[in-house]
Each structure stands twice: as structure tokens, then as C-alpha cells.
């Protein structure tokens, strides 16, 4: 072997020992990479799983910050459209929920109705019993209404003792009607606050939105019209709104005006009508009756005038104007013996407010008229709700000399013991009963009755409406001798008497 090729073997065996440890550090260095690369890995995975954590608990606590934010406002709505008093919709519910449906009806073409309803004598409640029983009649009427209407209805109070209801999908117009008539008949029934029976009742004004749309306010105003006729109408109805009912509502503001000015400028003024005793063949008394002198020259009878005359708190006005007047022209009749009695009339709701009792005697004694001379005509209505409180209120009268009589008696429910509670001088009889008396035996029998009765409790007897010579015989036998009507004398003015 030379040297050369020794050579050559030592140095291949270097360069292989070099290699494997080259190889060894290579895999010493490899496997290191591996358990750092592992280490990280598993260090990636774990911080991984701490951000999905993180992240997991974060939404929920976002989902449940976010639905306590959505419960408060929803509470907080709740709140804001709620009525504290009755737990039902308030004014503002019902505005955003009318509005909504009148949107809805659009599309749909099913009914809305509005019914407004409004308590009657509401105040005399709250002022007799007090404010605790005023809410415990809100409470019960919001219960009533409540629980009459279908689902779905929206049953609010819009303030006071105002309350309306929001009907959808109403087929007919009568369905409006027919929703109505049941809350009447629920709300209408008294309610127990505090052991005590209290009446309750209440008027209802019913619009229907128009196929081709309504706006809220326009359904608002047209239910409220409806309202205000059942109220004029007596309270304790239901009006549904017609086109005509605001020409009607015109006509009487009108006439209103018209009365007040009338009241004002004294143009209504007393006529009489004589009343005869026909078996002496004389006039015994006069009847007041009130007459309005229009500006145009027309004579307008009670009917017109009266009713608004006192809807407007003039009566005592009016009564006090043409009393005055009556008093001094009449006067010197009494005084000369061409009479013997002036007869007035007082108006029930007069009498129960104590006018006989503190404005009649000042006018007598402003007048110097005679309270002999004079005959209170009063019908049963004035006198039936408390007859000691009535018999009170007449005492000073009797004790002047004042003289009761009991008007229209006859007609409707008449009620014949009020005769022996009361102290009466005279009754009248009901223009019904005169007017079928030739041909009704039945009315000739219940007349008699009266007669006797009468005879009995020593009242006389008036027959009013007497237009036939027949009638006035009829009632001659039946022993009625004092008859006022046509037959005998229509009401005049004074210089015509
Ligand atoms: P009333 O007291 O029953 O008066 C009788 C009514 O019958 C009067 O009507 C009179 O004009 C009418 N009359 C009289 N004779 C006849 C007849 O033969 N046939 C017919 N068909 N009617 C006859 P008037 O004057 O229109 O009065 C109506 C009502 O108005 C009265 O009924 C009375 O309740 C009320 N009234 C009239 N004047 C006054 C007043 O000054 N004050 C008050 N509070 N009420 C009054
Ligand atoms: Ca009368
Ligand atoms: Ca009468």
C-alpha cells in the first residue's frame, strides 16, 4: 500500500466520523425543534382555549346586558302607557295603538270602531262620597269594560272618567252598535265601594273609520259628537255618528246663543191663560205661561226655549225677569177681585235647588204681590226623590199662604199616595186624560177615581186642555167644574186678557 492510498483512508474515515456527527447534531437539533415546536403548540393551544373562553363568556354577558336594557325598556314603556289608577291603556297607548290599526286597516278592510265612553254625574260622586269612592268607581268601570270586550280590543282611559275602547276588525257597522249596547249593559249597574250601593252610569259615542281612510283625529272628533249627543239625549246611551249629527250639534249651539241672548234682552215674557169655574160661569185664576218674543216678530212656546233655557243655568234668570213683570201687571186684578189666584210653574230641577224657598219670596216681597194670591204648580218628579226634605222646603210657602198645586197628574206613573203626603190645594189633570174622555171609558173611570179621591183628601180639581164643549160636559158630570183650555181661553198676552 503507498502512503498515498493510507492517506486517502484516514482522511475518508475523518470525513465519515465528520459527517455523523454532523448527522448527530442535525437529529439532536431536530428532535429539540420538535418538543419547542410541540411546547408552543400545545402553549397556542391552551391560550386558544382561554380566548374562546374569554370570548364565550363575553357574549353572554353582552346578550344579557343587552336583554336587561330590553326589559327595562320595555317596562319603561309599559310604564309610560299604562294608567296608574286602573293598570289599563292610557292616552298615549291608545293614540300609537289607533293609530296603528287605522294603518293596518288600510290593507286589511276590516271595521275600526272608537267608542268613547264617558261616566254620568261622575262629579256628584266624587263630591258626595269623596275621591277614594270616585277612584273605586274608575277602577270597576276600567274592570266592567275590560272584561266585556273581544281580544284584541284596546280598552284605555284617556283621563277623568273618560274612558274609550278601540274595536277592530267590526264587520257591520251595527257590530259598533252591538259592542256598545253590551258595555252599556255591563257598565249601567251599581257599584258596592265601602258597603254603599253606588249608581253608576254612562253615555257612549260610537265612529266607524270610512273604507277610504279616516284619520285619527277625524274618527276622534266624530266619536266625540256621538258622545255629546248621547249626553244631551239624557246620558245613559249610545249615538252612533252620522254626517248629520254636526249639523244638528250646529243648530243647537246656535239656538243657545240665540236663548241666551233672548234670556238677556228680556224677550221672554209672560202670557196667561184663564182658568174657568164653570159652575159659577167666572175666570178663577190665571196660569203664567212663559212666551219668547223672537226678534222677527214670531211667538215661540216653552217647547222651544225652555229646556235650553235651563241647560244654560238661565231659568232663575228668566223666572225672576217675567215674575217681576207678571207680578206688577197682575196686581191690580187680584186686588179688584177679577181673579183670585196667579198660578206659575217651577221646573223640578228649580224647586229641588231651593228656588221656592230663597228667590220666590224676594220677588213677592219686591213686588208686594200677595202670597195668597198666588199657586205654586209643581209636577211629581220635583217631589218624589225626598218627600221630607219637599215637605220642608214648602213649609215657609204654606206659611205664607202660598197654595200647591200638583201639575199633570194623570199621566204616566202617577202615583196616588203622594196626595196624602203632601199638603196640596189643587191638581191639575193631565191634558190626557181630558182629551179621550168622550170616547174612553176607561179614562172616564180613572178620572173618577181621581175626582173622588180628591173629594176625599179635600183637593180641587183643574181639568187642563179642555178643547170640546163634549169634554167640558163629560167632565162637569163627573163633578170637575174648574177647566182651562182652548174651549174656554187660549194664552194671551196681558192687554188681551
Ligand atoms: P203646563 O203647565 O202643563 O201648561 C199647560 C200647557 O197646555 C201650556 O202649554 C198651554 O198653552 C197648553 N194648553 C192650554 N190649553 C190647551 C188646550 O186646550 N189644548 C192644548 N193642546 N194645549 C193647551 P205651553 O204654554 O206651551 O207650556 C208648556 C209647558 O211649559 C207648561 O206645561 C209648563 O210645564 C212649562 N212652562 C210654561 N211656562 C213656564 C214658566 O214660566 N216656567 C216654567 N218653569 N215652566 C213653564
Ligand atoms: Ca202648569
Ligand atoms: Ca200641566
Known amino acids: 500500500?503507498?502512503?498515498?492510498?493510507?492517506?486517502?483512508?484516514?482522511?475518508?474515515?475523518?470525513?465519515?466520523?465528520?459527517?455523523?456527527?454532523?448527522?448527530?447534531?442535525?437529529?439532536?437539533?431536530?428532535?429539540?425543534?420538535?418538543?419547542?415546536?410541540?411546547?408552543?403548540?400545545?402553549?397556542?393551544?391552551?391560550?386558544?382555549?382561554?380566548?374562546s373562553n374569554l370570548a364565550a363568556d363575553l357574549e353572554n354577558r353582552i346578550e344579557n346586558r343587552t336583554r336587561e336594557l330590553i326589559n327595562?325598556?320595555?317596562?319603561?314603556?309599559?310604564?309610560?302607557?299604562?294608567?296608574?289608577?286602573?293598570?289599563?291603556a292610557n292616552r298615549a297607548a291608545f293614540s300609537r295603538q289607533l293609530e296603528e290599526t287605522l294603518a293596518n286597516f288600510q290593507s286589511t278592510l276590516k271595521g275600526v270602531a272608537v267608542l268613547l265612553i264617558d261616566l254620568d254625574d261622575f262629579k256628584l260622586v266624587n263630591d258626595t262620597l269623596?275621591?277614594?269612592?270616585?277612584?273605586?268607581l274608575l277602577m270597576e268601570v276600567a274592570n266592567r269594560l275590560s272584561q266585556t270586550v273581544r281580544p284584541g280590543d284596546v280598552v284605555a282611559r284617556l283621563g277623568g272618567d273618560e274612558f274609550a275602547v278601540i274595536a277592530a276588525n267590526v264587520g257591520f257597522k251595527n257590530t259598533g252598535l252591538q259592542i256598545a249596547n253590551r258595555l252599556l249593559k255591563q257598565v249601567c249597574r251599581p257599584v258596592i265601594v265601602d258597603d254603599k250601593e253606588v249608581p253608576c252610569s254612562c253615555s257612549i259615542g260610537i265612529a266607524h273609520a270610512d273604507p277610504a281612510g279616516t284619520l285619527a283625529d277625524t274618527l276622534l272628533g266624530n266619536a266625540d259628537l256621538a258622545l255629546y249627543a248621547s249626553k244631551r239625549a239624557g246620558r245613559c246611551r249610545v249615538t252612533a255618528f252620522e254626517s248629520n249629527l254636526r249639523a244638528d250639534i250646529e243648530n243647537r249651539a246656535a239656538l243657545e246663543n240665540e236663548v241666551?241672548?233672548?234670556?238677556?234682552?228680556?224677550?221672554?215674557?209672560?202670557?196667561?191663560?184663564?182658568?174657568?169655574?164653570?159652575?159659577?160661569?167666572?175666570?178663577?185664576?190665571?196660569?203664567?205661561?212663559?212666551?219668547?218674543?223672537?226678534?222677527?216678530?214670531?211667538?215661540?212656546?216653552?217647547?222651544?226655549?225652555?229646556?235650553?233655557?235651563?241647560?244654560?243655568?238661565?231659568?232663575?234668570?228668566?223666572?225672576?225677569?217675567?215674575?217681576?213683570?207678571?207680578?206688577?201687571?197682575?196686581?191690580?186684578?187680584?186686588?179688584?177681585?177679577?181673579?183670585?189666584?196667579?198660578?206659575?210653574?217651577?221646573?223640578?230641577?228649580?224647586?229641588?235647588?231651593?228656588?221656592?224657598?230663597?228667590?220666590?219670596?224676594?220677588?213677592?216681597?219686591?213686588?208686594?204681590?200677595?202670597?195668597?194670591?198666588?199657586?205654586?204648580?209643581?209636577?211629581?218628579?220635583?217631589?218624589?226623590?225626598?218627600?221630607?226634605?219637599?215637605?220642608?222646603?214648602?213649609?215657609?210657602?204654606?206659611?205664607?199662604?202660598?197654595?200647591?198645586?200638583?201639575?199633570?197628574?194623570?199621566?204616566?206613573?202617577s202615583n196616588f199616595s203622594i196626595l196624602r203626603q203632601l199638603p196640596f190645594h189643587l191638581l191639575k189633570l193631565d191634558r190626557s186624560l181630558t182629551m179621550g174622555i168622550e170616547n174612553d171609558a176607561t179614562l172616564r173611570a180613572v178620572t173618577e177615581c181621581i175626582m173622588t179621591l180628591a173629594d176625599r183628601l179635600n183637593i180641587n180639581v183643574i181639568a187642563e186642555g179642555v178643547e170640546t164643549q163634549q169634554q167640558s160636559d163629560f167632565l162637569i158630570a163627573l163633578g170637575c167644574n174648574c177647566q182651562q183650555g182652548y174651549l174656554h181661553a187660549h194664552p194671551c198676552q196681558f192687554d188681551q186678557l
Open 1 to 51: 500500500m503507498s502512503s498515498e492510498n493510507l492517506d486517502t483512508g484516514s482522511a475518508q474515515k475523518d470525513r465519515l466520523h465528520r459527517l455523523e456527527s454532523r448527522l448527530a447534531r442535525e437529529r439532536r437539533a431536530r428532535l429539540e425543534a420538535e418538543s419547542l415546536l410541540e411546547e408552543r403548540s400545545q402553549a397556542l393551544f391552551e391560550a386558544n382555549l382561554a380566548l
Open 72 to 88: 327595562a325598556q320595555q317596562h319603561a314603556l309599559k310604564q309610560a302607557e299604562t294608567d296608574t289608577l286602573t293598570g289599563i
Open 130 to 136: 269623596g275621591h277614594g269612592a270616585g277612584d273605586a
Open 260 to 413: 241666551r241672548l233672548a234670556v238677556m234682552a228680556n224677550e221672554i215674557k209672560p202670557w196667561y191663560q184663564p182658568i174657568r169655574q164653570c159652575s159659577k160661569n167666572r175666570y178663577k185664576s190665571i196660569e203664567l205661561l212663559a212666551r219668547w218674543h223672537a226678534p222677527g216678530g214670531e211667538i215661540r212656546a216653552p217647547q222651544q226655549f225652555l229646556a235650553t233655557v235651563e241647560s244654560l243655568g238661565l231659568l232663575d234668570t228668566m223666572m225672576e225677569n217675567i215674575l217681576h213683570r207678571a207680578f206688577v201687571e197682575t196686581l191690580p186684578l187680584m186686588n179688584t177681585g177679577k181673579f183670585d189666584y196667579l198660578t206659575i210653574n217651577v221646573s223640578p230641577t228649580q224647586f229641588n235647588h231651593g228656588w221656592t224657598q230663597h228667590s220666590l219670596p224676594k220677588i213677592l216681597a219686591e213686588t208686594g204681590f200677595p202670597a195668597r194670591s198666588l199657586i205654586v204648580e209643581l209636577t211629581e218628579t220635583a217631589l218624589i226623590q225626598d218627600i221630607e226634605h219637599t215637605r220642608a222646603m214648602l213649609a215657609d210657602l204654606l206659611e205664607d199662604g202660598v197654595r200647591i198645586a200638583l201639575d199633570d197628574f194623570g199621566v204616566g206613573y
